[in-house]
């Protein structure tokens, strides 16, 4: 090895950042890709480059560092990813539905019910 030798830094050196868009005001941000990046200010102008130059038109753009997100793997928690049986406010069953909002179903409903 030469007495000058001085490792390169790789860009795998650097951390990984997430980035997200979105397509429209009020819709979900969706993951774009991945790319690595020293600090967020390159990392913005780097997706930026990547991301918004050549695809849709686009109204935000997030960038965050891959070690700020945690998951959880359903193989890992199961229990996690059970589904609770605990929330009833999502069936509407304790309350009468206005007359003139009913549904052909719900008519039948209630006329079964006696």
Do not use: C
Request: without cysteine; negative net charge; aromatic residues 14%.
């Amino acid at each position: 090895m030469p007495d000058d030798y001085t490792p390169r830094m790789q860009d795998t050196q650097w951390p990984i950042w997430e980035v997200f868009l979105q397509s429209k005001t009020g819709s979900p941000h969706e993951h774009a890709g991945s790319l690595h990046a020293p600090d967020f200010e390159s990392a913005l102008e780097n997706a930026r480059d990547v991301y918004l130059r050549h695809g849709d038109p686009q109204t935000s753009i997030w960038v965050v560092e891959s070690r700020y997100i945690r998951t959880v793997e359903s193989e890992d928690n199961p229990e996690f990813f059970e589904y609770t049986k605990y929330n009833i406010y999502r069936h509407p069953q304790f309350y009468d539905v206005p007359r003139g909002k009913r549904t052909e179903i719900e008519r039948k409903a209630i006329q079964n019910r006696g």
